[in-house]
Nanobody, 118 residues
Framework: QVQLVESGGGLAQAGGSLRLSCAASGRTFSGYAMGWFRQAAGKEREFVARISRSGDSAYYAESVKGRFTISRDNAKSTVYLQMNSLKPEDTAVYYC???????????WGQGTQVTVSS
C-alpha cells in the first residue's frame, strides 16, 4: 500500500510558475515510476508527465512539454512537478499516482487545485 499527498497548488497568473509536490509513504518509493495527471472541471482526467524509478527518464504530454518538469527525490520519497509559463488552460486539479506499468496507475492522491488567471 502506498499513500500519496499532493501539495503546492494555488492561484497563479498566466506566465507564472508553481511547484507541486507529492509525498509518498508506505512501500519503497524508489521502486515505483510516478506520474502526474490533471482533471479540469467537466473534463476527463489527462496524463501530464511520468518519471522513471531512478529519475533518469521522463515523459510529457504535448500540451506541457517545454513548460513543465517532473523530478523526484527518492531520499525524501517525493515527486515534484515544476510548472512554468502557466496558461489558463492549465487550471485543474492535479493528482500524482504510482505507475504500475502497461499504462496503468494506482494509489492516487487526493489532488491539489491549480488555478491560472489570465
Amino acid at each position: 500500500q502506498v499513500q500519496l499527498v499532493e501539495s503546492g497548488g494555488g492561484l497563479a497568473q498566466a506566465g507564472g510558475s508553481l511547484r507541486l509536490s507529492c509525498a509518498a509513504s508506505g512501500r519503497t518509493f524508489s521502486g515505483y515510476a510516478m506520474g502526474w495527471f490533471r482533471q479540469a472541471a467537466g473534463k476527463e482526467r489527462e496524463f501530464v508527465a511520468r518519471i522513471s524509478r531512478s529519475g533518469d527518464s521522463a515523459y510529457y504530454a504535448e500540451s506541457v512539454k517545454g513548460r513543465f518538469t517532473i523530478s523526484r527525490d527518492n531520499a525524501k520519497s517525493t515527486v515534484y512537478l515544476q510548472m512554468n509559463s502557466l496558461k489558463p488552460e492549465d487550471t485543474a486539479v492535479y493528482y500524482c499516482a504510482v505507475y504500475k506499468g502497461a499504462g496503468s496507475y494506482d494509489y492516487w492522491g487526493q489532488g491539489t487545485q491549480v488555478t491560472v488567471s489570465s
